[in-house]
């Protein structure tokens, strides 16, 4: 079944500074990966997603990068900002595509 | 309409008590999910509706009870539950099992 491993579990920046996380996924079937933001106490949000069939995709200061071949993905944060303060869970497909495997999630301090 | 809604919000109950939570969605999702999240970790997925069918079940105990009435709403029936059983219960949907899921703000049970 599908294993997805994410990295770092917490990530402390400045601000201004530029935030990386990366995750590997282990089913070569996986197409589609999302990425959400969950802010304490709040609902998983997506802020971005992914099909195999580009590398890379972009939304202002957000970008994902995908890599078929070695299995992994990673979320970009650029100019951070203290509300991008969060956690980040990153997550592919299994069964079918009708199930989510998650990441464990990275913890993302921004400091003013 | 873009939004998942759930009630209650918070929900306190006792290990002999019985107990509902409810999710909605309008925007002609096919597929509602069920998952559990603890603090700190990712959420993890209980159930899986697909065209108002019961498609997936990750080996949840029975005190778990999920019911689909109709394509929009979505409810977990609780009874008997543990004190290991309070997180917060999020619900979410998506287009046809296949593509992003959007999660609703979640109930936060507690079970004293």
């Known amino acids: 079944g599908e294993n997805v491993e994410q990295h770092p579990s917490t990530l402390s920046v400045q601000e201004g500074d530029s935030a990386v996380i990366k995750c590997t996924y282990s089913?070569?079937?996986?197409?589609?990966f999302p990425w959400y933001k969950q802010e304490l106490g709040k609902r998983p949000q997506l802020i971005i997603d992914?099909?195999?069939?580009?590398g890379e995709k972009k939304d202002q200061r957000i970008a994902v990068t995908l890599n078929k071949t070695a299995k992994h993905f990673s979320l970009h944060i650029t100019e951070t900002q203290p509300e991008d303060s969060a956690v980040y869970f990153c997550?592919?497909?299994?069964?079918?595509?009708?199930?989510?495997?998650f990441g464990t999630g990275t913890r993302l301090l921004v400091s003013p | 309409d873009t939004e998942v809604t759930q009630t209650p919000k918070h929900l306190v109950m006792g290990m002999t008590n019985k107990k509902s939570l409810k999710c909605e969605q309008h925007?002609?999702?096919?597929?509602m999910y069920w998952y559990k999240q603890k603090a700190k970790k990712p959420p993890e997925l209980m159930f899986v509706?697909?065209?108002?069918?019961?498609?997936i079940n990750e080996s949840v105990p029975s005190r778990f009870s999920p019911e689909c009435p109709n394509s929009s709403l979505l409810n977990l029936h609780l009874h008997a539950l543990q004190p290991e059983d309070s997180a917060l219960y999020l619900c979410?949907?998506?287009?046809?099992?296949?593509?992003?899921?959007?999660f609703g703000p979640g109930t936060r049970l507690l079970v004293l």
């Open positions: 979410a949907s998506s287009q046809d099992g296949r593509e992003t899921q959007y």
């Open positions: 997550a592919a497909p299994r069964s079918g595509f009708q199930k989510l495997v």
């Open positions: 925007m002609g999702h096919r597929a």
């Open positions: 992914i099909r195999s069939n580009v």
């Open positions: 089913d070569s079937a996986s197409n589609y």
């Open positions: 509706y697909s065209y108002e069918k019961l498609s």
